[in-house]
């Protein structure tokens, strides 16, 4: 099992940045998938950025360029840096770790871009 707690949502301005961390209770493998994820009301959860073990990242087409994935190992900890907030942007953002083709979630954070 793995538990998940996601810091750093709030409300910014269009145009400004938010840094979201997601700390984990138990030790992150250097194998382990990890991911964003962002829900809106009344939409699928979607994905927003992932990094692979092998420290390959990818992102969805409406936040490349702006968003920024990252993972510290050693200290349990991933990382989504958001740059150039848009008020499309607002959401809950999640994080997940996939480990043995179980994925775990956390409870999530709320993101508000206001125009």
């Known amino acids: 099992q793995v538990g998940l707690v996601e810091f750093g949502g709030g409300l910014v301005q269009a145009g400004g940045s938010l840094r979201l961390s997601c700390a984990a209770s138990v030790t992150i493998f250097s194998t382990d998938t990890l991911d964003w994820y962002r829900q809106t009301p009344g939409k699928q959860r979607e994905l927003v950025a992932s990094?692979?073990?092998?420290?390959?990242?990818t992102y969805a087409d409406s936040v490349k360029g702006r968003f920024t994935i990252s993972r510290d190992n050693a200290k349990n900890t991933m990382y989504l840096q958001m740059n150039s907030l848009k008020a499309e942007d607002t959401a809950i953002y999640y994080c997940t770790v996939t480990r043995a083709l179980l994925r775990y979630w956390g409870r999530g954070t709320q993101v508000t871009v206001s125009s």
């Open positions: 990094i692979t073990s092998g420290g390959s990242t």
